[in-house]
């Protein structure tokens, strides 16, 4: 990065050039260059390239209220918007993009139309946060001259969401694709079957959805996707440049189809829906030729409708099925995902069953060191990051967030923040790790708000993880600059946890330097005492030493004063 990342919090608050999540590789600011957005701007495309421009197009028509046509882009751009697929460096590889504002026009190049909508999410953090809105508005609508260079660290960067624990219809799951957009996330994963709920019609089981998505945790009326439906979402997020990789979770997490087929069981006998959240307790019968028909169908039918490459199996928390039945049941189920011509994904304990190289674990664990997935990236497999104890999105912020779990520990977001990818489980160097994934359980989360609460701020911060360069991490800038993001979110209506770990940019003046003493570990307050951390000023309710303020939430010791 260049020295704009160095700048004071009140600059960075002020411009939009050092407020972008994730911070691109390079920046080059022009100074006093902008390029302003009018009635008469045109976008302009090469033709591989117009489902970007339309994009584009209709995202800014709402807020803008101009007409903003879309055409092929004829010559060197000398005006408006230009989305062309020639001409960028070759840094930028298959998913990055070349983004230069002068006054007369903004060009975005890139090798592929996916490098291209990457750039257009930067563009539209460069307007101002106004141009989020789904109503017209004044404006001026104006872009900072600058040259944006700019690729991923990794290739992979997904978000899982859960529909089984509690289901999420199609709009509220394209809601959250929308948001995932912005971000620069590339692969959604959608886990749609578990012990509470099974989300999707299989034609050749079909009790399968009607009566194993017949309810939810807490006793709900459930629901499950048509074919239809869950085509609908692969080609909204396809629109988006984001892969849709489905899920379904074997030989544990079962109940559901367990419960709507009788001889999924070795007692041929269906046990009752569960409502509950416990997991650990079912397992397909591992002996009956049926279990492997099961499996044979669904893939096939589910694989027929997803046309990106993965299919994920699940595979964690089968203690109810033995070690020697799990390696049987991996060894008939792996080459039924390779038969329908897809890449096997599962949680991370499923690859201890193979020596395929192309298999994917994801590791979900809480520790650093695991035997299984450091053997398999010996081997050659690449990792997926998903430790639960940062990147899970349902985990509790503190003590006091009314939703979510914390089985694996609080997640406030600067702890979500600092851990890097590429050395987080020994063994596993960064040439072995494929990127990161944030998963959102839905256990507690009922509606599109909750996703968001959960979600917000720390999408973005995973975001930032998969795609900035590792040499730009540092927390006291990135709090800043995705405190700036919060007028975004609040122009498109995104319920946020407003951390106060971050300085939130509320529409006023910039934030001022605390006056205050800023907090010790080691001293000790009193009742009263008044001290600045994280640029929020803080006042003692009663006797402490060593609580850290914004850390318990409200029963914690520090009332929190606002920013400074």
Known sequence: MTAALSVSAQSQAAQPLQSLVPVPVSV????GVTHTLT???????????????????????????????????????????????????????QQGYQLDSATNAVVLRANTSEGLFAGVQTLRQLLPAAAESATTQPGPWTVPGALIVDYPRFSYRGAMLDVARHFHP???????????????????????????????VIDSWPRLATYGGSTQVGGGPGGYFTKAQYSEIVQYAAARKITV??????????????????????NNQAPPLRTDIEVGYSSLCVNKDITYQFID????????????????????????????????????????????GKTVLGWHEFVKTTTDTTAIPQYWGTSTSNAVVQAAAARGNKVIMSPANKAYLDMKYNASTPLGLSWAGYIEVQTAYEWNPGTHVSGVPESAVRGIEAPLWTETIVTSRDIEFMAFPRL??????????????????????????????????INFYASPQVPWDTGG???????????????????????????HKWTAKWWTQGEEPGTTGQWGVWRDDGVC
């Open 28 to 31: 080059q600011a022009r100074t």
């Open 39 to 93: 009635a008469a701007t045109k976008i302009y495309t090469t033709p591989a390239a117009r489902d970007v421009g339309n994009f584009l197009a209709e995202i800014l028509r709402r807020s803008t209220g101009y007409p903003l046509p879309v055409s092929d882009a004829v010559g060197a751009p000398t005006n408006g918007i230009s989305l062309l697929l020639s001409g960028a460096p070759g840094p930028v590889g």
């Open 170 to 200: 199609v709009a509220s799951v394209k809601r959250y694709i929308d948001q995932l957009a912005l971000y620069k996330i590339n692969y959604f994963h959608l886990h749609l079957s578990d012990d509470q709920g099974w989300r999707i």
């Open 245 to 266: 990789i489905p899920e379904i979770d074997m030989p544990g997490h079962t109940n559901a189809a367990q419960a709507s087929y009788a001889e999924l069981n070795c």
């Open 297 to 340: 169908d669904v893939v096939r039918e589910i694989a027929a409708l997803t046309p990106g490459p993965y299919f994920h199996i699940g595979g964690d928390e089968a203690h109810a099925t033995s070690d020697a039945d799990y390696q049987a049941f991996m060894d008939r189920a792996l080459p039924i995902v390779k038969k329908y």
């Open 460 to 493: 973005a911060v995973h975001a930032e993880l998969g795609w900035s360069p590792w040499s730009t991490h540092n927390w006291d800038q990135f709090k800043v600059r995705l405190g700036n993001q919060a007028p975004r979110w609040t122009t498109q209506g």
């Open 509 to 535: 003046p910039p934030p001022g330097q605390c006056s205050q003493p800023a907090w010790e570990r080691s001293k000790v307050y009193n009742g009263g005492d008044v001290v600045s951390h994280n640029g």
